[in-house]
DNA sequence: GACCAGGCACATC
DNA sequence: GATGTGCATGGT
């Protein structure tokens, strides 16, 4: 019989810097170029966004107004790799038509209250809660937990089952409150985990394997 | 050829 | 609130 330890959230934090390191999230070199992967990667592996990606910095160098006055046909066929790409072109579209209002000045975006920032993030067609959050963390700098669908299969392993993202959602939001690096690692090394232990065996052989996770 | 990959919108019950 | 379906590409 196997003994488990409980664990907070800021323990699992722990615990995953310690068994993982670094995560490497989020790979770009402009905060624009992360608002479209945002978009680009919505089911979908990265490896198809990558082309996606550098068919759009060759074509606009990730200049916001550059992507903005691209037509959607240009737009659809530089995003092709990455699959749903009438859906995303849509969406991005409507993101930089957005930006464009406050003259791409992503400082004072930021500057707006999250909640107010996250409904008028999903108020834009194709980007929801996950999308939003996501946006928030890593171009926005406002920390806050992203409950996806990696997240709540470790949950639910560590024994905490959540059915939908918003549910998860409200037992974590202490993390608004956290350092914005250590939110911005939380969801990188919570993912990272998940691309190697896809299954309950996997789970079960793995360090985590002796916790309970308790949320608030 | 099935299955998966850093979702979302919409219809239906 | 939950469940099912369409959206599309490229790698394994």
Redesign the pocket.
């Known amino acids: 019989m196997s003994t488990t330890r409980s664990l907070d959230l800021n323990g699992l934090y722990h615990e995953l810097v310690d068994l993982l390191g670094p995560s490497g999230?989020?790979?770009a070199d402009s905060k624009f170029e992360i608002l479209v992967?945002?978009i680009l990667?919505?089911?979908?592996?990265?490896?198809?966004v990558d082309?996606s990606l550098d068919n759009l910095r060759h074509a606009t160098n990730f200049d916001p107004q550059a992507i903005a006055d691209l037509s959607i046909d240009a737009l659809q066929t530089l995003i092709?790799?990455?699959?749903?790409?009438?859906?995303k072109s849509r969406t991005i579209n409507g993101l930089f038509s957005w930006l464009a209002h406050a003259n791409f000045d992503l400082d004072a975006v930021a500057a707006t209250d999250p909640q107010r920032l996250r409904q008028q993030l999903?108020a834009?067609?194709?980007?929801?809660?996950?999308?939003?959050d996501?946006m928030r963390l890593?171009v926005f700098d406002q920390p806050t937990f992203i409950a996806?669908?990696?997240c709540r299969r470790l949950f639910s392993w560590l024994g905490q089952d959540f059915?939908?993202?918003a549910?998860l959602k409200v037992h974590t939001h202490e993390v608004d409150g956290w350092d914005l690096i250590d939110a911005q690692e939380f969801h990188g090394l919570i993912?990272n985990f998940g691309?190697t232990v896809?299954t309950p065996e996997d789970f079960a052989q793995s360090p985590l394997a002796q916790f309970t996770l308790t949320l608030k």
Do not use: C, H, M
């Open positions: 999230w989020w790979p992967g945002a990667v919505q089911n979908t592996n990265w490896q198809n082309k092709r790799p990455s699959g749903f790409y009438r859906n999903l834009l067609p194709g980007i929801g809660e996950e999308t939003a996501a890593y996806d669908n990696y059915q939908t993202y549910k993912d691309k896809k």
